[in-house]
Structure formats: C-alpha cells, structure tokens
C-alpha cells in the first residue's frame, strides 16, 4: 500500500529543504488520505470506462462524494499542520529576537570600540578632505576629486599647483582675448567713422559740381542768348561750338562718374579684405581655445597616472611567504607570475595617458 502512495503522489523532500526524518513525518499526517485515494483509484476506473447511463451516473456520483471526503480531510490536515509549523515559526522568531535585543547593544558599543582608530582614520581623511576641497574650490568650482583626503602631500601639492597653474593659463588667455576683442571692435569703429567722412566728403564735392556745372550752364546758356540776337548771321558756328562744348562737359561728367565709380569699388575691395582679416582671426582664437581644451585633459589625467603608477609600486613591494610544500610552492610561483605581468600591464599602459 504504501508503495502504491508513492506512486501515487511523488514530492521531493530535498526540493523544500527538509530532512528525510522530517519529510517522513509530515508523510505520516498525509497517509491516511492517501491510503484512501489509493482504495478509490480501480473504482474510479471501473466507473470511466462504463457506457454512460443513469446507474453509471449515480456511481459516479456516490465516488465523486467519497473523494470529496478525501479532499475536505486533506485540507483539514494541511490547516492544522501549517499551523502548526506557523506557531512554531513564530516561536523560534521570539527566541531570535530576545537574543538580537540582549545582545545588539553590546556588539555596537565593542564595535566602537574595535573600531576606534579606524575611525579616528576616517575622521582625520574627511577633515583633510573638507580643508583640501574649499583650497582647489577657487580653481576647479565644477568638480571636487573625492579622494583628496587619502593623497600623499606631496601628491596633493603637485596637483594644487597643477590645477592652479591650469587655472591662471586659463584666465590668463581669456583677459587677452577679451584685450583683443575690445581693440578689434575699436578698430572696426573707427574704420566705420573713417568710411562715413569719406561718404560725406564725396556727397559735398559732388554736391559742390553740380553747383558749379549748374553756375556754368546758365552763364553759357544767357552768352548763347546774347550771340543769338547779336550774331544772326553767325547762328551755324555758334550750334557747333556749343555741341563741342556740350561734349566736352559730358565727357567731364563721365569722367567723374567713372572715378566715383572706381572708389566705390576700391572701398568694397578695402571692406572685403577687413571681413576676411576678421574671419581669419577668429579662426586662430577658436584653434587657440582647442589647444587649451587639450592641454587641460592632458593636466586631468596626470592624477590618474600617478595613481596607476603608485598602484604598481604597491604590487611590486607585496612579501611573500615561505612555504615548504612543493604545491604550495608552485601556486605562489604562479601568482607571482601573474602579478608581474600585471604589473608591467600599468606601467605600460599609464605611459599612454
């Protein structure tokens, strides 16, 4: 019968984390049950394999009752066995806790105390720390490294005064472009002020020879009205040498706006030659702002290879034990392998950065 049980239900003790001795227990409180299950199983074959009728129904019925008997018992054993192991769960949280209150007071104060000098470290590192950041507050305002109290002197010297020297070549580049830029816009006003008394000065010439032409234009044309009525019979040489003269005051007119024309032109030329000066100009200041940005990672990164320096240093100055096992003796010959290589791997490597 019992085999029949097994077969009939298969649980893995070990899959629950129970011993075989308890897993049989627990068993023991199913058994019952199961035995029953086990006596229901050839009744319930007979009865699926019948041609479905009014007795067949009715046997299925009475077997469908038993098995809720079955069931209905189950469950009772599982609610008093869980509370069981509930009660007992909670039981074994008491003991638990009574030992955590006797005792936790106890092992924060021998903590303190185990831990005294080590605190007294961490005490001395932050204040370090806090004294270092507001030094290199005034010359790196956007990040504070947050191992500067665990730095060598000499190292945090060295990277103050890099960071200093950083900082005043920063500062020192930004006042001359700013001298720069002040000049150049001087440059360009003036040039402008130099360009409208030019303009103001050509308006009044040619406002000045349109006077004059015009002066001449009616002194010639009141001289022509006066030789008409004098000089009848000269009135053919007169048209002629009054088209002479109109020709020659044209050409003089052309020649005129020839040569506005022509400073107009070497004006633009002048203006052009200015613009691509400028642009040239601020060309060189943005390469000369990317060579700062350069030289700035270049002086971020020296902190990182001193770091990867002195962490080699550490590895190299590591002692060994003597062992006597030739095993043993063998493991440590291989780590020490290892450690070379990894050595030489940063040395190597932080030559790069």
Sequence with gaps: MKAEVKSLVKINPKDYGLTETKAQEIEAMF????AKMVELEDEFNQIVSLEINQESCLRARHLRLKYVKVRTGTADIHRELKAFYLNGGRFVDGWKNAQ???SQGKEQKLSEIEN?????????IAKLQEKRSAELASYMPDFIPPNLGEMPENVWQNFLLGNKTAYEVRKAAELK?????IAKEKAEAEEQERIRQENERLKKEAVERERVAKIEAEKRAKQ???RIKKEQSEHKAREEKERKEREVYEAKLRKEREERQRIEDELRAKQQAEEKERREAEAKIKAEEAARRKAERAAKLAPDKEKLEKLADVLSAVEYPILRN???ELIMKKVKENQERVILYIR?????L
């Design 100 to 102: 955590l209150f006797a």
């Design 116 to 124: 005294y000098y080590e605190n007294l470290e961490r005490e001395r």
């Design 31 to 34: 058994a019952p049950m199961l």
């Design 177 to 181: 472009a700013e001298q720069d830029r």
């Design 224 to 226: 022509e009205a006066e």
């Design 326 to 328: 030739p095993e043993a």
């Design 348 to 352: 190597e490597q932080s030559k790069n």
